[in-house]
């Protein structure tokens, strides 16, 4: 399979901790983008990488979350000091420039903050 | 700006019935429309997309949608609903396929589909 892919799928933290997600991206795609989803809602942008440069973050996105794609390919998204309202499904998608913002989605990776 | 509206929040249908699900979006230049459907447990798989081709958009699995610029409409539909179609629907708007640089997508915030046997 050569999806989207995210580890890990499920995550349980107390409240303080930090957490570590990885997103690896199909191939080829030169673009990487993180996304929040919370029940009842869409998505929603929190970041975007062009290769490996962080071009676009949302307010969403505060302090204790920072994004990286050090070699272009793979992504990591850590959130530290954990708080209950960073419980949601962590989203990544990726694309490829010209293809008409088409992007693929991983399966996400759900964070339950106790 | 840019933003989407899906009018329905549920929507239940009968196996074998059509479906509708509505999208109403709002943009500042002609935009690229996404349908994305969401089955529990599984990534978003990408349904149909329009990006100033034709109107009528066809997709997978069935689905096809109508681009109406005078509505502002981008609504999904499916002859014949089957059981396997039961998921939750996003529309999507994002600038037009020509613009440079950073595309920003906005999601809707969903419409689950439910199909009674």
């Known amino acids: 399979d050569t999806g989207v892919s995210q580890n890990p799928r499920h995550k349980i933290t107390k409240r303080g901790q930090n957490v570590t997600f990885r997103c690896d991206p199909i191939s080829e795609h030169n673009r990487l983008y993180w996304y929040r989803q919370t029940l009842g809602q869409g998505p929603e942008f929190l970041t975007y990488f062009q290769n490996e440069a962080q071009l676009e973050k949302s307010r969403l996105l505060s302090d204790r979350f920072s994004a990286e794609r050090p070699k272009g390919s793979f992504s990591t998204l850590e959130i530290q000091r954990t708080e209950q309202g960073d419980s949601a499904m962590y989203l990544c998608?990726?694309?490829?420039?010209?293809?008409?913002?088409?992007?693929?989605f991983g399966p996400g990776t759900r964070l339950t903050v106790l | 700006a840019q933003s989407v509206t899906q009018l329905d929040s549920h929507v239940s249908v009968s196996e074998g019935t059509p479906v509708l699900l509505r999208c109403n979006y709002s943009s500042s230049y002609s935009p690229s429309l996404f349908w994305y459907v969401q089955h529990p447990n599984k990534g978003l798989q990408l349904l149909l997309k329009?990006?100033?081709?034709?109107?009528l958009v066809k997709g997978i699995n069935g689905f096809e949608a109508e681009f109406k610029k005078s509505e502002t409409s981008f609504h999904l539909t499916k002859p014949s609903a089957h059981m396997s179609d039961a998921a939750e629907y996003f529309c999507?708007?994002?600038?037009?396929?020509?613009?440079?640089?950073?595309?920003?997508?906005?999601f809707g915030t969903g419409t689950k589909l439910q199909v009674i046997p």
């Open positions: 999507v708007v994002s600038p037009p396929l020509h613009s440079g640089g950073y595309q920003k997508v906005t």
């Open positions: 329009y990006t100033s081709a034709a109107t």
């Open positions: 998608a990726s694309s490829k420039s010209g293809t008409g913002n088409e992007q693929f």
